[in-house]
């Protein structure tokens, strides 16, 4: 059964940035499918971050563009998100997740809330 | 982008009555081979989002059959034959098809 799991603090300072990892179990990171991030400030709805694509594409929301990096970590079977010069607006709960080859988000992590404060 | 906007917004049923999604786009959303990746997801308080149906009206494996998809072009529903108290929760519809990818509102839906 494939999972993922986000980790990562859950405080980071305005101006500061925000690393979470997402560690991948019963499945390779290389074995073809196109992995992202999501995201969900408190009581809000769903907005999509970005994606990282195994033909070696990386996609992100215009929104964030800007301030968002993901890279891949093949050896330990995970990826990260880096999103910098966060501010109270970046709260939220970060999860990662898979885009399978059904054409949705079918494998979810459970999220982790990170609170941007000083 | 592609704004996908649901009604209602929020929805109080009986036990056993149906209930009815609605998700409108703003264009139309096609992939060179012709799939179009509307999907809908589930979420209970506290929890991660699931998916529901993809491509439009596909149940993912192990999702109950009270649950189906229909729509084209720009109009999208999702229907729950007869509503069970684990259906509470938020429900959104999403797209995958163009980027940026994107997410309706979300409905929540009550018992009475």
């Known amino acids: 059964q494939v999972q993922v799991q986000e980790s990562g603090p859950g405080l980071v300072k305005p101006s500061e940035t925000l690393s979470l990892t997402c560690v991948i179990s019963g499945l390779s990171i290389t074995t073809g499918y196109n992995w992202g991030w999501i995201r969900q400030p408190p009581g809000k709805g769903l907005e999509w971050i970005g994606s990282?694509?195994?033909?070696?594409?990386?996609y992100f929301n215009p929104s964030l563009k800007s301030r968002v990096t993901i890279s891949v970590d093949k050896s330990n079977n995970q990826f990260s998100l880096n999103l910098n010069s966060v501010t109270a607006a970046d709260t939220a709960v970060y999860y990662c997740?898979?885009?399978?080859?059904?054409?949705?988000?079918?494998?979810w992590g459970q999220g982790t809330l990170v609170t941007v404060s000083s | 982008e592609i704004v996908l906007t649901q009604t209602p917004l929020s929805s109080l049923v009986t036990l056993g009555q149906p209930a009815s999604i609605s998700c409108t786009a703003s264009e139309r959303f096609v992939h060179s081979d012709g799939t179009i990746d509307l999907s809908w997801l589930h979420q209970r308080p506290g929890q991660p989002p699931r998916l529901l149906i993809y491509r439009i009206s596909n149940r993912l494996s192990g999702v109950p059959d009270r649950f189906s998809g229909s729509g084209a072009g720009t109009d999208f529903t999702l229907k729950i034959s007869r509503v069970e108290a684990e259906d509470v929760g938020i429900y959104y519809c999403?797209?995958?098809?163009?980027?940026?990818?994107?997410f309706g509102q979300g409905t929540k839906l009550e018992i009475k």
């Open positions: 997740a898979r885009l399978g080859v059904v054409g949705g988000f079918d494998v």
């Open positions: 999403t797209q995958a098809t163009k980027f940026p990818y994107t």
């Open positions: 990282m694509y195994h033909s070696g594409g990386n």
